[in-house]
């Protein structure tokens, strides 16, 4: 660069941190500071923002709490290649065929508990009304009545 580029660089650097100057200490902007306008208009515009941020934090939560009522066979999707998590037609129609009540054990050691397992289980419950499922982790062999009908 020349010289005179520099210079005019230079200039205006200068030029432009002197109107920068006038226009901080100018009788205008000095009343505006020492009579707390300026400050009314952050304070002003902060509370707008700290309530649209506290307006879609609860606008998330009621989402989050519509999404959460909703059953999860509706939310959740199969997408293994075979179904393997997939409750098929035919046990769907016998569930709804049901018309005594059937209690599902799951007895499992507390805190070895699957959550696929679990999930199934809810799927069945959510088909049928005389479905029920109760998670066991203690038992005691001897008030566990089972019968289990024999068709021939």
Known sequence: MSSEKKEKKQHKVNFNIKEKLKKTFSKEHLKEVFTGEEQKKHLKQGSYSSIMTVIVLAVIVVINLIVAQIPTSKTQIDLSTQKMYSITDETKTALKDLDQDVTLYYIVQKGSEDDTIEK????????????????KTRICIRNLRVSIPIRR
Do not use: A, G, M
């Not at 809810?122 to 109760?134: A, F, M, N, T």
């Open 120 to 135: 199934l289980l809810e799927h069945y419950d959510e088909l049928s009304d005389h479905i029920k499922v109760e998670t």
